[in-house]
């Protein structure tokens, strides 16, 4: 299948992660988004060897939409830094259970990882285990039995909007861990990265990215 590039030049490459695709290799998964990209521009450009490619952030294998990558060692530290410092503007897409306590809101949770059942626990409470989790949300649409909400990140904690979601009695649709009664046929949740925008690493120019949901 032929990935889809939203934004290409020199230094970085943004493309749209399939549901049920990781972004690095992992043992016994369909091959990465991470070794489809590099398959790209190693027959796009014609390289010889192996082909550099920094992974910057990811998503959920169950999430679908944009993922950056850097194509310079220099871009990857830049934006790795640009991450650190929260100075990337990231935005996503939730199909939600039930109808959140109110149309728009600020979510403050403070989180702990289990690793060995791959889950994340809200809080609201702080704890000195816990790393507290922050984002926004307004609701776009209200369907008979679902709500359509925009969320802003403004951390990046693992599992965060699934967890957080989860906690307020909206569960994501698919995402049975986190309480959703909806199973989705492909394994996928009804959460897609639908925006990024950040200084370029190197030219400076304010770049926007966006994928739209068919």
């Known amino acids: 299948m032929a990935i889809q590039v ?3 030049d020199n230094h970085l490459i943004a493309v749209v992660k399939r549901s049920g695709q990781t972004v690095q290799s992992e043992p016994n998964k369909p091959l990465s988004l991470e070794e489809e990209v590099k398959s790209y521009i ?3 450009y014609n390289k ?3 082909v550099f490619l920094g992974v910057i952030h990811r ?3 169950p ?3 944009i993922v950056l990558f850097a194509r310079t060692s220099k871009a990857l530290a830049r934006m790795n830094e640009k991450f650190k410092n929260r100075e990337i503007r990231k935005i996503y897409e939730a199909h939600v259970e039930n109808k959140p306590p109110h149309n728009s809101d600020t979510l403050i949770h403070y989180l702990i990882r289990d690793d060995k059942k791959n ?3 809200a809080f609201d409470i702080p704890s000195p285990k816990a790393e507290r989790a922050e984002l926004c949300y307004s609701l776009i ?3 008979q039995n679902f709500s359509i909400l925009s969320i802003e990140l403004l951390t990046g904690r693992k599992h965060q909007i699934r967890a957080q979601l989860g906690a307020i009695g909206c569960p994501i649709i698919g995402d049975i861990k986190y309480g959703s009664k909806s199973k ?3 394994g996928a949740i009804k959460l897609t990265a639908i925006f990024l925008s950040f200084a370029h690493p190197i030219s400076k120019e304010e770049i926007k990215i966006s994928h739209s949901i068919n």
């Open 6 to 8: 939203l934004f290409e």
């Open 42 to 44: 190693k027959q796009k």
């Open 48 to 50: 010889p060897g192996d």
């Open 59 to 61: 998503l959920d294998m």
């Open 63 to 65: 999430v679908n939409g």
């Open 119 to 121: 889950f994340t626990k």
């Open 141 to 143: 649409a209200q369907k």
């Open 184 to 186: 989705l046929n492909d």
